[in-house]
C-alpha cells in the first residue's frame, strides 16, 4: 500500500537517471561528483572489482593446498598470494564496501540532502582507490624504476623483523606500507565525513534516541576508525624509518623490539575487525524486524551494545599476542577483556532471535542471507571465545583452526551480511529488484561452498596444521579434508560469480521496484528509487524511530517509538 508522501515529490527526472546525456559528460560527472550517493556506489563497484581479485588470490592458494606435495605454485608465489588475498580482502574490500553502503545510506535514513564534507568524501575515496592500485602495481612493476621485485609477501600483518630490510631487501614491502598508509589517510576522512554527519545532520525531530540503528553503528564505527588506524600509521612511519633511515624501532639487534610492531599492529588490527563487523550488524539491525514484521527488539539495548562493543574492542589486541610470552599477568588480562566483549555481542543475538520470535517471516533474499548470518556468526563467536583461553591458543595459534574461525567471521558473517545488504537496498539504488531465482542459486552455492570451506577447515588446524604453509606431506592425514576445504572454494567462487551476474543483468531486466517494496519504516524508503541528487525535496520532520511507518500507518503509532 504505497502512499504517496510530501517528501516524495520529485523535481527534475533527467537530473536523478542522466538519461540521453553523452557518455562523456556522465562519465566526467562521476569523476568529479561530490555527491554521496555516487562516492558511496564507487566505494561499491571498487570494492567488488577487488573482492573477485582477492577470492581468484584465494582459489590460486586453494588449488595448490588441495593435494599434497603440490608444485602449481612457489613458496614466493603463494607467500605473496596470502599477504595480498589478506590485504585486499580487508582494506580494499571490506573497508570500501561498508564506507560505501555507510556513504549511500546515512543521509538517507536521517533525513540530510550530503555527507557533512562532500569534498573531503571525494578526496577520501579517490586516494583509496588510489592505494589499492598502488599496491597491485607491486604484480605488475616487477622491474624497471621502483621495481617491486615482487608483491608484499611479509602476511597482512607485516612482523618485523621480516619487514627489515635485510630480510626484505626490494621494494614488494614498501608497496604494502604506502599502499595501507594511504588507505588510512583515506579512511579517517571518510570516518571524519561519518561521524560528524551523523551528529550533526540530522533533519528535525530526529533526536538520537530516534535515530536508525544504522547510523548509530557507523558512529561507533568512525569513531573506532579514528582510534584504531592512526596507531598504524604511526608505525607504518616508524617501518619506513627504520628501512631507510637507519632508525631501530623494530630492530631487536639494535634495542627496539619486534614485539612492539605486534603491539602496533594489533592496537589497530582487532578493532578493524570490529570496524568490519559493526556495519553487518548495522544491515541485520534494519533488515531482520522488516523481514519479521516487528520494530527491533531492544532498540536501547542495543546502541548500549553497540557502544559497548566499540570500548571493549580497543582493550582485547594481546589475544593475538598469547605466544610471545607476555606472561602470566598479560594473558589473563587479555583472556578476561577478550571473554568479556561476548556479553554484548550475545546481547546483540538476543535481540535480533528475540525480533524474529513471533514475527511474521518473509524468507525473501534479504532474510536468508540474514538467517546464514546469525547461524554462522554465532558459531565464529563461540569458536572466538575457545581461542581467547590462551592455553587453547597455545596450542593452535597459527593453525587452519585460527585461519577458519576468522574466515567464519570475514566470510560467514561480514561478507553474509554485505550479500543481504544488497538484496535489501538494491531496489532503492536502481529502482529494479533482484533476480530471485538467481539469488536462490547465490545463496544455495555459497552457503554449501562455505561450510564444505570452513567447517573442514578447522579440523587439519586441529590435527596440528600450521597457517601459510605452500604444501604438506601426504602421511598427514590432512589429504581428504584439504581437498573438500579445496571444493568448497569453488562453490563460493560459482556463487559469487551467480550474484555478479544479478547485479548487472537486474539493473536492465530486474522488475520495477518502486519506492517502497519492502515495506519498511525508515526515510531511505519515503523516497524514489533511485533517490534524486538532492535526496529530499522537502526536509522531512519525524516525530518517531518508524517516520515512514507514521506516515503510512497513522493508526498505528506506538508510544514506544515514541
Ligand atoms: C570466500 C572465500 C575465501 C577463501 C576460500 C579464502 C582462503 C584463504 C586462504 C587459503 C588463506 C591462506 C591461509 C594461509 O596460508 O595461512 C587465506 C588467508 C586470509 N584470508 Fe581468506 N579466503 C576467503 C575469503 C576471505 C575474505 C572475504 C576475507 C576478508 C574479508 C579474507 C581474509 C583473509 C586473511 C586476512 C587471511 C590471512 C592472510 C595472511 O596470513 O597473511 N579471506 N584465505
Ligand atoms: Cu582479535
Known sequence: MATTTPIMEVIDETEATGHGRPPVSVIYDWITTVDHKKIGLMYIFYALFFLVVGGFEAILMRIQLAVPNNHFLSPQVFNQLFTMHGTTMVFFVGMPILFGFGNYL????????????????????????????????????????????SAPDVGWFAYAPLTAKVFSPGHST??????????????????????????????EGMKLNRMPLLPWIYLVMGGLVFVAVSPLTAAQIMLTLDRYLGS???????????????????????????????????FMNEIIPVFS???IFGYPAMVAASVGIGFISLGVWAHHMFTVGLGPAGNTFFVFSTMVISVPTGIKIFNWLATIWGGKIILAPPMMFSVGFLFQFLIAGLTGIMLS?????????????????????????????IFAAFYYWYPKVTGRMMNVKLAHWHFWLFIVGFHLTFDFM????????????????ADRGWEILNLIVSSGAIFQAAGTLVFVYNLVSSYFKGENAGHDPWDAWTLEWSIPSPPPSYNFAIEPVVSSRRPLWDIKHPEDQDSEYE
Not at 116 to 129: G, Q
Not at 176 to 188: A, D, H, N, P, R
Not at 248 to 271: C, E, K, N, R, Y
Request: glycine share 10%; hydrophobic share 55%.
Open 458 to 473: 578447522h579440523i587439519p588446524g586441529l590435527l596440528g596444521m600450521p597457517r601459510r604453509i605452500y604444501t604438506y606431506e
Open 174 to 203: 614498501d608497496y604494502w606500507t604506502l599502499g595501507i598508509f594511504l588507505s588510512g589517510v583515506g579512511s579517517i576522512g571518510t570516518a571524519l565525513n561519518i561521524v560528524t554527519t551523523i551528529l550533526c545532520m540530522r533533519c
Open 389 to 417: 583461553a590462551a592455553p587453547f591458543d597455545w596450542q593452535l595459534g597459527n593453525s587452519y583452526f585460527v585461519v577458519a574461525h576468522f574466515h567464519y567471521v570475514l566470510v560467514g558473517a561480514i561478507l553474509f551480511a
Open 293 to 295: 514484521r516487528k520494530a
Open 106 to 149: 546515512i543521509p538517507l535514513m536521517i533525513g540530510a540532502r550530503d555527507m557533512a564534507f562532500p569534498r573531503l568524501n571525494a578526496f577520501s575515496f579517490w586516494i583509496s582507490a588510489f592505494a589499492g592500485l598502488l599496491l597491485y602495481y607491486s604484480y605488475i612493476g616487477a622491474s624497471g624504476l621502483y621495481a617491486a621485485g
Open 248 to 282: 631501530h624501532f623494530f630492530d631487536t639487534q639494535a634495542g627496539g623490539s619486534a614485539v612492539l610492531w605486534m603491539h602496533f599492529f594489533w592496537i589497530f588490527g582487532h578493532p578493524e575487525v570490529y570496524v568490519l563487523v559493526l556495519p553487518a550488524f548495522a
